[in-house]
């Protein structure tokens, strides 16, 4: 009786096992997006004293992006995350002159690209696209109305404050930020439980490393570079997390992981901010460490092990390329910037020439096509924030205004220190056409361009038409 009884249960753990995902379905994502985590606070991309053998772990079985860019603050950021788009192009419940956009329903998130399709969708952490204050925020903006089931969050960062709310209700003021990471995670982790025999979208935007910096009991003090080490250490212990419980529900081979940043990180904090080395500036600037960060995706079986990317991708191509691969579609009409990266992902092609056009919340600042960066001269104006408060945000050399274009080879001058311009006038004047195109079509100068916002029925151009992106599906 016993024998049988053992066999039994055996046999109920397997069936628990294969009652999750087939792996013939479609498949799940999931983003973790960090705040304010600089391009090398990650050891795999070279932190020196900063221990990350989660994300570390992740990049071996995966792919590692060194090209990867975001937007240079946090609202802008999960605007062109959520839809795909420059920020210039969103709709907004506002004025336009606020850095944080009200993103408004009329824009179509990752969320409600997939939910069509099958996928069960969460948000978990910071959202910061109803408004910038914790009290102060439009509540028809919140996750639930933008193609969330699913939201345990705070709406926007902890500047002082962290309030929490699950779906439209307030459940806890002034949470214990020391506490939040871990929280998150078990929101995560419990998403993951209810939903695995679904596909599902969770898109897990912690509040750490943004100030104020908190960790919890159990990290405090343990790295080799302060508090802000000890928060970076105990959001990769917590990485390591969902990728056991994936292990654990069976659904590790049949779910993407994506792992990045908003911006890049915010200098003026000094010791509680990050490090971009060896790029140059930092948060609210347009230089290559204001919106390069670190990126990671994994997906045993479906993204190549070990692979190492430089081709320039963005946090604009999710949208388009989890929906290529989900089977979903992407709206018909509006522009959408992001290009479907998903063949350089699965490792079926190693080539990628796009423009990136870099902005400055409301004005256009420099472009990138393959190895070189044009930033155009700066025209000061008194009444903008970005003149106003900006500048301290940044290191007193990184602060300079250009009095004319200036010219970067980024494949050998990583840290934008020689204008190279005089000797390339072929690539100053190419890249000058972009830029001309970008402010006319995207927007410039709190000027939104020509095809931002939704289009109706009429036809519309984007980059491509004009000129030619290699290696994009």
Known sequence: MKQLTTIFLSLLSVACMQKKQDPATKPNFIIIFTDDQGYS?????????????????????????????????????????????????????????????????????????????????????????????PERFNPDLLPMHQGFDESFFTPTSNDSKAH?????????????????????????????????????FLYLAHTMPHTKLAVSDAFRGKSDAGLYGDVIEEIDFNVGRILAKLKENGLDDNTYVIFTSDNGPWWIKKEH????????????????????????????????????????????????????????????????????????????????????????????????????????????????????KWPIHSAPDDRVLFSKQMLYDLENDIGETTDVSAENPEVVAELEKLLDWAKEDIGHLGARGL???????????????????????
């Open 273 to 388: 901010g990050g490090h971009a080395d060896p790029l140059r500036g930092a948060k609210t600037s347009a230089w290559e460490g204001g919106l390069r960060v670190p990126a990671i995706i994994r997906a045993p079986g479906k993204v190549p092990a070990g692979k190492t990317s430089d081709v320039v991708a963005a946090t604009i191509d999710l949208l388009p390329t989890l929906a290529q691969i989900a089977g979903a579609s992407t709206p018909k009409d509006r522009v959408i910037d992001g290009l479907d990266i998903s063949a350089i992902i699965h490792g079926k092609s190693t080539e990628l020439e796009r423009p990136f056009f870099y902005y400055q919340h409301h004005i256009l600042r420099a472009v990138r096509k393959g190895k070189w960066k044009l930033h155009l001269p700066h025209s000061p104006d008194s009444t903008s924030i970005v003149y106003a």
């Open 41 to 133: 606070d990650v050891g795999c991309f070279g932190s020196p004293n900063i221990k990350t053998p989660n994300l570390d772990k992740m990049a071996s079985e995966g792919m590692k992006f060194t090209n990867f860019y975001a937007q240079t603050v946090c609202g802008p950021s999960r605007a062109a995350l959520m839809t795909g788009c420059y920020p210039m192009r969103n709709a907004r419940n506002d004025n336009g002159e606020a850095p944080h956009p009200k993103l408004s329903l009329s824009e179509v998130t990752i969320a409600e690209v997939l939910k069509p399709v099958g996928y069960k969708t969460g948000m978990i952490g910071k959202w910061d696209l109803a408004g910038h204050s």
């Open 451 to 473: 095809n931002a916002g939704p289009l109706g029925t009429e036809p519309y151009f984007t980059p491509n038409d004009f000129f030619p992106i290699k290696g994009s599906n």
């Open 164 to 200: 929490l709310l699950r779906n439209n209700q307030l459940v806890e003021e002034n949470a214990d930020m020391s506490t939040l990471t871990k929280r998150y995670t078990d929101e995560a982790i419990d998403f993951i439980e209810k939903s695995s025999e679904q596909p599902f």
